[in-house]
C-alpha cells in the first residue's frame, strides 16, 4: 500500500510540474505574440500556441469567473501557478519523507 502511495503521489507532483511548464511556455508565446516578434502566421506556432490554449483554458476558466475584468491584462495564469505551487508543497513533503522512509 505504501508503494501505491508514493507512485500517486509521484504521478501527482510531475502532472503538477507539467502543468507549471505548460503555462509558464504558453504565457511567453503569447507574450511573443503580442509584441509581434512570432507572427501568427507559421502553421507550427499557431498549431503550438492553440493546442497549450486548448490545455490551460479548462484550467482558467473557473479562475476568470471569479476575477474582475482587467481588459487586457490577464491573471488568471498567475493564479493557476499560484495553486500549483501551493499544491506541490504538501506533495514534495510527502515524497521527501516517503524517500526518507526508504532510505532508512
Known sequence: MFEFLNALNGIVYIVLEAVWWIII????????????????????????????????????????????????????????LLIVIILQGPVRVNLFSALMRLAA
Open 25 to 80: 511556455i504558453q504565457a511567453v508565446l503569447s507574450w511573443l505574440i503580442a509584441f509581434n516578434i512570432i507572427n501568427m502566421s507559421n502553421d507550427m506556432v499557431r498549431n503550438g500556441y492553440y493546442a497549450l490554449d486548448r490545455m490551460t483554458e479548462p484550467l482558467y476558466r473557473p479562475i476568470r469567473r471569479i476575477l474582475p475584468d482587467l481588459g487586457a491584462l490577464d491573471l488568471s495564469p498567475m493564479v493557476v
